[in-house]
C-alpha cells in the first residue's frame, strides 16, 4: 500500500491543530474561492466541499443559518432547492477584507495620520468603547482616553464606518503630520504604547512555523492533488486572517526590523501560488448555483487589489 503524500498528512495536521470553527471557516471558503466564482452556489455542493474542511453537513447547516442572521449571506429558494450567496453588506465587508489580505507588502506613507477625537459629551460610556473596537478593527490604536489615531487609515472606510453608527457628528476627524522627524525613537516607542506589536509578532511567527513545512514541500516539487491543494489553501489563508485582521497594517518607518508580518505575507504568497492551479481545479470541479457551473476566475480579482497577481 503507498503512504499517504506528505502534503496530505500536513493538511490533515494542521486541520487538527487550528480546528476552525465552522462559520469562521465558511468565511474563508466564501471570501477567497466562492466570492471570486460569483458569490453563489448551491447548498449541497456547499456542504460537499466543507465536508473536506472537517465540517459534517449539520455543521454547515448551521453555519449557514448564522451567517444568513448575521447578514452574510441569503438564501434563494428555488423549487425545492436553494442556492446561498453574498449580500450586499457581505460583499462590502469582504471588499474590505480583500484590501489588507492581498493588499501589497510595502505599504507608501507621506507621513500623515489621521486622528479620531471622540467627543465623551456626546456619546455614553458603551457607544464609545462600540466605536473603538470598530475602529481597532481598521487598525486604529488608542493614543489617548478619547483619541485614536492610524498613520494609513483608509478614509473612505472610516467614513463609512461612522455613518453606519450614525456617529459622524459625535468625533471630529482629523490630518496631522509628524514635524520632527529626528524623533523617529520616540515615535516608534508612542507606536508600542498604542499597538500590540509584540502580540501580534508573536501569532505571524506562529503562523510560519506552522506552515514552513508546507513550503518546504511544495518546494521540493511534491505535486499535490486538488482536493489537498484546496485544503491547504483553505487552512493557510484561515490561519493568515485570524492574525492579520488583528494587523493596523502601520508604514514600515513605524514598524521594528525584521518584521514577522512582512515574512508571513511573503510566505503566505508564496504558498498561495504554488497552490493555486489545483485548487482552482477542486472548485470548478465541484460547484455550481443556478446558472450552471461557477463562472471562471476574473483575472483582474486579486490584481486590483495589488496582491498576489494569480
Not at 460537499?48 to 452574510?72: N, P, Q
Not at 509578532?201 to 514541500?217: D, I, N, T
Amino acid at each position: 500500500m503507498n503512504a499517504k503524500p506528505r502534503l496530505s498528512l500536513l493538511a490533515d495536521r494542521l486541520l487538527g491543530d487550528l480546528r476552525p470553527r465552522a462559520k469562521s471557516l465558511i468565511v474563508t471558503v466564501y471570501g477567497d474561492a466562492i466570492g471570486p466564482h460569483g458569490g453563489t452556489v448551491w447548498l449541497g455542493n456547499l456542504i460537499g466541499l466543507m465536508e473536506g474542511l472537517g465540517l459534517s453537513e449539520r455543521m454547515v447547516r448551521t453555519a449557514v443559518f448564522r451567517l444568513i442572521k448575521d447578514e452574510w449571506l441569503q438564501a434563494t429558494p428555488i423549487g425545492r432547492r436553494s442556492t446561498y450567496g453574498l449580500t450586499e453588506t457581505g460583499w462590502r465587508r469582504f471588499e474590505a477584507a480583500y484590501r489588507r489580505i492581498y493588499a501589497p507588502i510595502d505599504i507608501a506613507w507621506d507621513g500623515d495620520w489621521h486622528l479620531v477625537l471622540i467627543l465623551a459629551s456626546s456619546l455614553s460610556a458603551e457607544r464609545r468603547d462600540e466605536l473603538k473596537r470598530e475602529l481597532a478593527w481598521q487598525g486604529f490604536g488608542q493614543v489617548g482616553p478619547n483619541l485614536l489615531a492610524h498613520p494609513n487609515a483608509d478614509a473612505q472606510e472610516l467614513t463609512a464606518t461612522l455613518g453606519q453608527l450614525k456617529m459622524i457628528d459625535d468625533v471630529v476627524v482629523m490630518k496631522s503630520r509628524h514635524v520632527r522627524p529626528s524623533q523617529g525613537k520616540a515615535l516608534k516607542e508612542l507606536v508600542r504604547e498604542s499597538w500590540d506589536l509584540d502580540g501580534l509578532s508573536k501569532g505571524y511567527e506562529g503562523f510560519l512555523a506552522r506552515f514552513k513545512p508546507v513550503q518546504e514541500q511544495l518546494k521540493m516539487g511534491e505535486a499535490t492533488d486538488p482536493a489537498t491543494a484546496f485544503k491547504l489553501r483553505m487552512l493557510m489563508l484561515h490561519d493568515f486572517r485570524r492574525v492579520l485582521l488583528r494587523d493596523p497594517l502601520l508604514p514600515g518607518e513605524l514598524l521594528p526590523e525584521k518584521w514577522a508580518g512582512s515574512r508571513a505575507r511573503q510566505m503566505c504568497k508564496d504558498i498561495y501560488v504554488r497552490l493555486h492551479t489545483g485548487a482552482e481545479a477542486q472548485l470548478m470541479g465541484g460547484l455550481a448555483n443556478a446558472e450552471g457551473p461557477l463562472p471562471p476566475l476574473h483575472p483582474s480579482y486579486f490584481t486590483r487589489f495589488g496582491g498576489f497577481g494569480i
